[in-house]
């Protein structure tokens, strides 16, 4: 570490700053003296030697540097030019960057101009030097404190920043007498003290001057972490080791917090992404855009963006899935005790269940539950995913028609975000939740394309196991993710998607089952919802009975369940009054002793027997729902059968509809008139209907005389002078399909005839213009209504027999069905006595 300088050395004056030896400095020259040596000496200069020159530090104002040589410091730093910059903007100055070698002390001032040299004494790194005071004992301690001090500094930054790790290595591999000096230049301190320093001849004196500066350093860190959340501007006031950002241009501990903070998080984001277990492709995407999130500024747009992404690829569920705890009995029993009836969904439900145990592979057929609204189908789902013990996660289909609902937006849109399968896994956190794909019917298309096609992607076994979400913009598995749609109905999902699941008809619920899903499931839950219990209220079966039949009119249990709410609600009401009553008493009772309750409790009973529709019954007693009670809280009845009397003249039939909300009685209506022959139909029928119409008039057209049908002036050209209107009531609802035929048959014949249709028919069938009586669909939920309505007879074609087998036995045992062929036994099925002319009775009542 010994170092020979000149004796004779051209003096650099500078005003910035002190150089001290071990050190480098950038400052910048621009006085003629200064520029004068850098020309002469520095850039002309052939020699090594020739680069060292003294930098005295200058103390005397700069702006007062005139021709006149100011007075020299006496002591000054030898050092060596590493490099030379010249700019001539905005005035002729070269920048220097000096590095310090050893101290010297100015003997005589040779020349001043153009520069000034003197002749110079070496004052340390001198070889006697450093081995004279090794043996010296205070000088030992006192290097050996100043070195304990500089550890605990260094230690007390953040050693993964490279430069203080070196920092670090430095502090025990330079000699100790250098460290005075570079830490001095390192840590934060005046001019005015560096120049003490530098003027520390004495290495002793150095060490003894240095260490207070050190400790001031110290406390001033430990300030900074303590206070360092709430205050950082006043943080950077404490402390700033801004030379070792200057000079080694490293990030060091008093970075900007928040920079410093984010870069934190980056960090973290990492070693998150390096730890979860995503796939190799999302690894290397996400990698990628953690180098390019490194490298951008914060302020940047992307730079939320990219995070935002960066986080989601971690947060999702790559690897984490919940077990499986299938047990076919115990699945049995829980659905059993969660829904009632529904036995062929539920057996359905079961063997799907079946499969998965035995065959853990999920290439299963997608369930799709197709009935009227609030049959459970929801609820079944919820079930499933209850029985396998996975997340459920319901995703609404209803109205979504842009397919980024279902894909994501890709990462170029400003707010763009994954689509609903991606969210959903995120929500559950676990890669084999259930899904509930609900209202697969109502998916909408329009000009964002067709989410339709999107969910093909996403239901096909074969190719979900990797779904591309645009947002993600890499693969996802899917293939562990168990999908069930619900519908209302088939006819409106595409084809395509119709084909990738397995439909299982959820029909509507008869009065029974609904009696007992009310009292099984419904009033339960309605009660505790409500915070009532049994003894406060008391639903007997006719009312629920009643409530079926003349408050709703539904396939499912919707309405009939909110019914039960208002009920509930009603009463408890009622409850809460007598509860408030009742604490009166209680008041009196503390002042007037035990009879006074009783004797309140007996006027309020007095008082509901005297009033039954007022329900304020003595609160220990529960508030019975009887008709009365019923009219009180739901008003008066919305459903009244008028099924005979609308049957009281000719040209009335009653016909049995199919509708998403379940089935319907349907009465056609026909009337004739003078006219030329037209037939007019009304009530929004759709083509097939209309055409069903016409080939009724035609059949009964070419079979007038058989019959003995005649028009108005009595001939068997039917429309003779006449015109026909048909109407189908409920004119607001569009009505389509070929069921209707065999109605119309029946009515127009009453027309034609004179004769009243049975009041307690109802058909369904489609028809041939030879007579013939085709199958038609939704035989369950017709019979149902026609059941609900009160009907007793029904017709329905011979080829439809078979459906009949899943309609419960009591109520089969209440209805007379008649299979037909041919519209000869419809139409004898459906007049009293018959209506062939050569009566060929061929009713076929049922076996049943
Ligand atoms: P959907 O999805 O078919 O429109 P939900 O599943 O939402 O109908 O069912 C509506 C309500 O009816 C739910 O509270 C459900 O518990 C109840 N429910 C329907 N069917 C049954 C049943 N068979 N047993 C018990 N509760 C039922």
Redesign the pocket.
Known sequence: SAIQIPSRLPLLLTHEGVLLPGSTMRTSVDSPRNMQLVRSRLLKGTSLRSTIIGVIPNTSDPTSDGDELPSLHRIGTAALAVQVVGSNWPKPHYTLLVTGLCRFQILQLLKEKPYPVAEVEQLDRLEQFTNQHKSEEELGELSEQFYKYAVQLVEMLDMSVPAVAKLRRLLDNLPREALPDILTSIIRTSNQEKLQILDAVRLEERFKMTIPLLVRQIEGLKLLQKTRKPKQDDDRRVVAIHPIRRINHIPSATEDEEEEEDHDDVVMLEKKIRTSSMSEQALKVCLKEIKRLKKMPQSMPEYALTRNYLELMVELPWNKSTKDRLEIRAARILLDN?????EKLKKRVLEYLAVRQLKNNLKGPILC?V??????????GRSIAKTLGREFHRIALGGVCDQSDIRGHRRTYVGSMPGRIINGLKTVGVNNPVFLL?EVDKLGKSLQGDPAAALLEVLDPEQNHNFTDHYLNVAFDLSQVLFIA?ANTTATIPPALLDRMEVIQ?PG?TQEEKIE?AH???IP?QLEQHGLTPQQIQIPQVTTLDIITRYTREA???SL?RKLGAICRAVAVKVAEGQHKETKPDRAEAAEGEDCKEHITEDAKTESISDTADLALPPEMPILIDFHALKDILGPPMYEMEVSERLSQPGVAIGLAWTPLGGEIMFVEASRMDGEGQLTLTGQLGDVMKESAHLAISWLRSNAKRYQLTNASGSFDLLDNTDIHLHFPAGAVTKDGPSAGVTIVTCLASLFSGRLVCSDVAMTGEITLRGLVLPVGGIKDKVLAAHRAGLKRIIIPQRNEKDLEEIAVNIRQDLTFVMASCLDEVLNAAFDGGFSVKPRVERLNSKL
């Open positions: 969660d829904h009632y009836a529904m539950f009935g009227p609204p609030g049959v459970g189908k929801t609820s079944v609900d619900t959820v619920y899903i099984r499931h419904l839950k499912g249990v919707r369940d």
